[in-house]
């Protein structure tokens, strides 16, 4: 158990749709990162926040967004969702500049 | 756009037999980091090399890293069924923002190791 959770572990939905995924950070940790695993593409990472402010983007689409609360926990809202979203979204977080502890992650499934 | 090119795709094996995978790119990273993943869970971090040339071990798996910074090696001595899993590599980008600093990780494709008992 990293200590990073993620809610839910599974979210069927129909292209057109949005969703939101929620990670809590392993207490203490201020940040907080998001990637995306799929089978063509690997595991790709998204975004990081910092005590709630952004800090790095990677290839996270414009109908994706991400923000980190006051209580540090994160949410990942993805809308307009199509088939191609389709994929395992993991979170992961760190004190500092040390290691990435990953949650258990999200599994996707757009119909 | 930095990529991280990782081969063999996969890789099955006896138990006992002897392994090595590889990890390059174009381009140097602040460090380099090898990842071990179960299926439904989330990577874990295996260890973090920094140093040019660097090199360290871990009971029976040794981590390489290429004296330019660009590439490196997993090698697994006597392979064992649990080392069963898929093997990640990540070259992490630290750079400054007004902000803070940011990091930023970019995966290879990953090896999927087999090792048969």
């Known amino acids: 158990d990293s200590g990073v959770t993620q809610t839910p572990k599974h979210l069927i939905t129909a292209t057109g749709q949005r969703v939101t995924l929620r990670c809590s950070p392993r207490s203490g940790d201020l940040s907080v990162y998001w990637y995306q695993q799929s089978l063509d593409q690997g595991l790709q990472f998204l975004i990081q926040?910092?005590?709630?402010?952004?800090?790095a983007k990677g290839n996270i689409l414009e109908r994706f967004s991400a923000q980190q609360f006051p209580d540090l926990h994160s949410e990942l809202n993805l809308s307009s969702l199509e088939l191609g979203d389709s994929a395992l979204y993991f979170c992961a977080s760190s004190g500092g500049d040390n290691e990435q502890f990953f949650g258990p992650g999200t599994r996707l499934t757009v119909l | 756009t930095q990529l991280l090119e990782q081969s063999p795709q996969f890789l099955s094996i006896q138990e006992g037999e002897n392994l090595t995978v590889y990890c390059n790119s174009s381009s140097v990273f602040s460090s380099l980091q090898w990842y071990r993943q179960e299926p439904g869970e989330g990577p874990v971090l295996l260890v973090t090399?920094?140093?040019?040339?660097e090199v360290k071990k871990l009971k029976r798996l040794t981590f390489q890293f290429g004296d330019a910074r660009k590439d490196s090696s997993l090698h697994i001595t006597a392979a064992q069924p649990g080392d069963t899993g898929l093997y990640l590599c990540a070259g992490e980008l630290r750079y400054q923002r007004e902000s803070g600093s940011a990091r930023q990780l970019t995966f290879g494709s990953g090896t999927q190791l087999t090792v048969l008992p």
């Open positions: 090399v920094v140093t040019g040339g």
């Open positions: 926040y910092y005590n709630g402010e952004e800090r």
